[in-house]
């Protein structure tokens, strides 16, 4: 399921989707630290070697036929500023602390059954006390069992991959970014009808070690940027907020590109006008939408749809299945010939881009939609038998030391069209009656990714080949195949972007998933808009 | 894994000790949170997470900073408590800070930690997943489920001399059943139970296949306005869509369901909603037996926020209490829920209905207009016509957007409040005591045939 919004601050701090609860569990697992003078790990620590060798020893002497242990550890610096006021969260979170959390997971297969354990202390002996616990486990899982887990084979490498940035977020210090975010409050603060303005940023540093009984050894290390700047604005009793937000695989530079000092005045602009916006109505129109905007769009009812272990029931207790069948492969008409898709575990600055999968299996990237057509879906070492293939996709991934390793989606990738399709400007000419939209909303779709209801965050008319002013009270319902069916058009490569997003929740205990969606400006024509409101 | 009041006073005693500043407050949290998955009648995923940490907050004036650790060895407590101190320093002002409480503070003595939840483990719940898979074959459906089970304890302790302990251990069982063709889903569930053996998975698993076999060939019924009997998952979902606009900050800031038309005033006082609402935060409620520690350590008291649809209480953090000259409020909204119900049971409401659907759960619920409360969400897992007082059949999957601000004044019928999780997932403590509800006019927008 979705981004259950809002921040990549809270998702990382809390791990999961859903209310948050006083008294809640704290699975932060954080230690604090002084991020300019903290170093990350060393490369290739000889100890986590003899460690994982020990770990994966003990496994198969307990009678495993699979393991594996991962250790991770995440670091994360979150600034919040409202009103020119640091945030203030829970456990100091958002004010600038930065905090660690360290920890490792054994998986194991024993008697054909997935156990699994973890713990975040990191010593020899709670190593092998946490093996037996989960060799325990699966064995007492044992007698409620089916059949086996089935793994596709897979090579056994020894490497070392790392996210490429500028520069490391851990070197500059506290005190630029708060000025930072100060000085985007305070240009948004000078529109005088601004209630609120807010800014944040958010960096992760995540190093990742994972040994596999498949002979595997592999070292990875990501870093992540996130940013948002919002302002609050109220006429009447109409309140509106206006967002922009973006998150990216990157370093530092990604927040200097994003460049919210110089659209913090327009930011502020818009959120005053939505306030004082008028209905859009109801009514069958076409749509303009931007790459802000079609990111969760195409992760609701493309992405999710085509995860192989939804389709095959997996997540019905909670996630829910899909649409898609299984036959449905190489022939479903998921769309117009325009649509073209493709996932990407590849992809620079993707927030779901990686050297390898919790699996061990090496990023690739392949084609799940090819002129409309379903041709491809998301597959892991455990479901890929499922669909015939003897290899896996690469698609496992654990959000925490703590959590188990399951079957998530990568960046899925809208292609744009060729080059010399229409722009943005040439869909809105082409349009009589329409909504321009953009950035995300409200989203809410079914359990098999069919009926679909999403807003957005800002809205502007479109009459007669031109847009007019802004509306609000949009929303739009998709039912999946009839929507892409009506795509018109994409706009060209250089119009192409992607957008990061995290809060996507699945699995049980839940885990929150980070991928990027990319796409070019998109035509749809008659979408039925404006229900939710009429 | 189990922290003792002894174990957890040691620890925090040590961070007091050796912590120096203007004031000092440290929150213990650790235990084992254990799950077993199974998906299609056989086990997915099979786990038991241990952890243990300890935040450490140090004041300086209007500064203070917050660092953490999950190892409690000295050498691990000096640098979280050296780091929250440089940090402190560096750290701008915040005029938000509030001192520490001070003792005495009365907690209510709470019980939430019984044996057969505290020994509940892996082979009990292995044992569950046959028992419910075996129903399931005998009625031809798959089964998914989940059982988690969490054995946890927080505890919170400061330099004013303050201490609170509460160790909880609690499950749930939650379950979706399908037809093998995929045409038929239903669900059944309990959850936050501290008496593990009020789960009944034999009597969980019938409702839920039973329900999966009904729902096969639904009709489409067109959109608009209905009767609804919400079972007791989706009344939760519900009336979680509240939470929110309890809190009294946002409603004075002007930015709530509950302020008022004029700036800075809120709806403190009104009647919102009809006269059998009754919605009440029960610390000390003996079947829920949740914390009786609120908001930085307080001792929580029994608040009712929403008393016969008029507006009782708003939640005031005590910093906002004191800027508002408030009185503070020392329990928060979620805290030991409570939804006040009546005597009726479903089938009653269903014999009462003329014209009706009967909902089993919503799905993917999402707010579209904070102001007026508006959500959109979908049924799933069981939707039913009823007809003079009887189910009629299946009813394919319907999205729907409307507002407790508006179906709170359309109540016609509660049933008795049962333990619910109130939020998506499962995992976290959200457990309320929810009724059935019926509501008359409830606004379904279009069709989904999802199953």
């Known amino acids: ?175 630029e970014k708060i000025e930072h975010l100060r000085s985007v409050c305070s240009t948004m603060q000078k529109n005088s009808a601004v209630m609120f303005a807010v800014a944040m940023t958010s960096f992760e540093h995540e190093w990742k070690y994972l040994a596999t009984s498949e002979g595997s050894f592999i070292e990875q290390e990501f870093h992540f940027t996130s940013c ?23 370093g530092y530079e990604f927040l200097v590109k994003a460049d919210m000092p ?100 090496k990023a690739q990237k392949w084609p799940l939609i090819k002129d409309g ?27 925490h030391w703590r959590n188990y390793p399951f079957l998530r989606m990568p960046n899925v990738q809208l292609e744009p069209g060729p080059k010399g399709s229409p722009t943005v400007e040439q869909m809105i000419a082409d349009v009589k009656d329409g909504v321009l939209v953009d950035g995300s909303g409200s989203f809410s779709i079914d359990q098999q990714r069919y009926n679909g209801q999403f807003g957005g965050d800002a809205f502007w008319e479109i009459k007669n080949g031109k847009k007019t002013r802004m509306v609000t009270d949009f929303t739009y319902n998709a039912i999946t195949t009839d929507f892409w069916a009506n795509l018109d058009a994409v706009g060209p490569p250089e119009s192409w972007e992607h957008h990061g997003l995290t809060g996507d929740a699945k699995g049980q205990p839940v885990q929150s998933n980070h991928p990027s969606h990319g796409s070019a400006p998109c035509l749809i024509r008659k979408i039925m808009v404006g229900a939710a409101y009429s | 894994m189990s922290y003792s009041v002894e174990e957890v006073k040691t620890i925090t005693d040590k961070v007091l000790n050796m912590a120096k500043a203007d004031g000092v407050e440290v929150s213990f949290a650790g235990g084992e949170r254990s799950a077993t998955r199974y998906a299609n009648s056989t086990i997915t995923a099979n786990l038991v997470e241990h952890d243990q940490s300890v935040f450490i907050t140090v004041y300086y004036g209007l500064k203070s900073a917050t660092t953490s650790t999950h190892q409690f060895d000295d050498a691990s407590l000096k640098t979280a408590i050296e780091q929250a101190q440089e940090l402190a320093k560096r750290r701008p002002d915040n005029p938000e800070l509030m001192p520490l409480v001070k003792p005495p503070q009365e907690y209510l003595p709470i019980d939430a930690a019984l044996p057969s939840a505290v020994d509940f483990g892996p082979a009990e719940r292995a044992r569950m997943v046959a028992q419910s898979v075996a129903i399931c074959e005998k009625k031809g459906v798959l089964g998914s489920g989940y059982i988690p089970k969490l054995h946890w304890t927080d505890a919170y302790a400061n330099s004013e001399g303050l201490f609170a302990y509460y160790r909880y251990a609690e499950a749930s069982f939650i379950l979706t059943c399908r037809t093998p063709d995929g045409t038929g889903s239903g669900w059944a569930g309990t959850t936050g139970l501290k008496d593990v053996t009020r789960i009944d998975a034999g009597a969980i698993t019938e409702v839920a296949a039973d329900k999966a076999l009904k729902s096969r060939k639904p009709r489409a019924l067109e959109p608009g306005n209905y009767t609804v009997i919400l079972e007791p998952r989706p009344a939760a979902r519900f009336l979680s869509l509240l939470m929110f606009a309890l809190n009294a900050r946002p409603a004075e800031e002007g930015r709530s369901f509950m302020s008022a038309a004029e700036r800075g005033q809120t709806k403190l006082g009104q009647k919102v909603f009809g006269d059998n609402i009754t919605i009440r935060s029960d610390v000390g409620n003996t079947i829920l037996r949740q914390t009786p520690i609120g908001p930085d350590g307080l001792a929580s008291r029994p608040v009712t926020w929403i008393e016969k649809g008029a507006v009782k209480s708003l939640f005031y953090d005590r910093y906002w209490a004191k800027k508002q000259q408030k009185p503070f409020t020392p329990t928060g909204p979620t805290q030991s829920l409570v939804m006040d119900g009546g005597e009726a049971t479903v089938e009653q409401m269903i014999k009462s209905t003329k014209r009706g659907l009967l909902c089993s759960f919503f799905w993917y619920i999402r707010p579209v207009e904070q102001m007026t409360l508006l959500n959109t969400g979908m049924t799933r897992d069981g939707l039913f016509l009823i007809e003079n007082g009887e189910i009629a059949g299946p009813v394919q999957n319907f999205r729907w957007n409307d507002s407790p601000a508006r179906a709170f004044n359309n109540v016609s019928m509660l049933g008795r409040p049962v333990p619910m999780h109130i939020g998506e997932a499962y995992d976290n403590p959200g457990t309320a005591l929810v009724p059935a509800m019926k509501i008359e006019d409830f606004r379904m927008t279009s069709i989904s045939p999802a199953v």
Not at chain 1, 79 to 102: C, H, K, M, P, S
């Open chain 1, 228 to 250: 948002e700047a919002s302002a609050t604005a109220r006429t009447g009793t109409q309140v509106k907020t206006r967002t922009l937000e973006r998150l990216a695989g990157a």
């Open chain 1, 262 to 361: 110089g659209k913090a005045e327009q930011i502020a602009a818009e959120a005053v006008e939505h306030s004082m916006a008028k209905p859009v109505g109801q009514g069958l129109k076409d749509l303009v939408l931007l790459p802000s905007h079609l990111g969760l769009t195409i992760h609701e009812i493309v992405a999710h749809a085509t995860e192989l272990d939804r389709i095959a029931g997996y997540e019905a207790n909670y996630a829910g299945t899909s649409f898609v069948k299984l036959s449905d492969l190489g022939k479903l008409k998921y769309g117009s010939k325009h649509f073209n898709v493709n996932a990407d575990r590849t992809f620079p600055t993707g927030m779901a881009t990686v050297g390898f999968d919790d699996d061990g299996v």
């Open chain 1, 373 to 399: 057509i379903l041709v491809g879906l998301q597959t892991n070492r455990e479901t890929a038998h499922l669909i015939g293939e003897k290899e896996s996709r690469g698609c496992t991934f654990a959000n």
């Open chain 1, 1 to 175: 399921m979705s981004p259950n919004r809002r921040h990549f601050l809270q998702s990382l701090a809390a791990g999961a989707a859903g209310i948050a609860t006083t008294g809640a569990p704290r699975w932060a697992y954080a230690r604090t630290f002084d991020a300019e003078r903290e170093q990350a790990p060393a490369v290739r620590d000889p100890k986590y070697l003899e460690w994982s060798t020990a770990a994966l020893g003990e496994a198969k002497r307990l009678g495993c036929s699979y393991s594996d242990i991962r250790f991770t550890r995440n670091r994360v610096q979150s600034i919040g500023v409202r009103n020119g006021q640091i945030l203030r969260g829970g456990g100091g979170f958002g004010g600038g602390d930065a905090t660690e959390t360290y920890g490792f997971g054994v998986r194991v297969i024993h008697s054909g059954v997935w156990g699994f354990a973890s713990s975040p202390l990191v010593t020899p002996e709670e190593i092998k006390r946490v093996t037996a616990v989960a060799t325990d486990v699966a064995k007492a899982s044992a007698i409620a069992k089916k059949r086996d887990v089935q793994l596709a084979s897979v090579p056994a490498y020894d490497e070392f991959w790392a996210v490429k940035i500028e520069k490391d977020p851990w070197t500059v210090p506290l005190e």
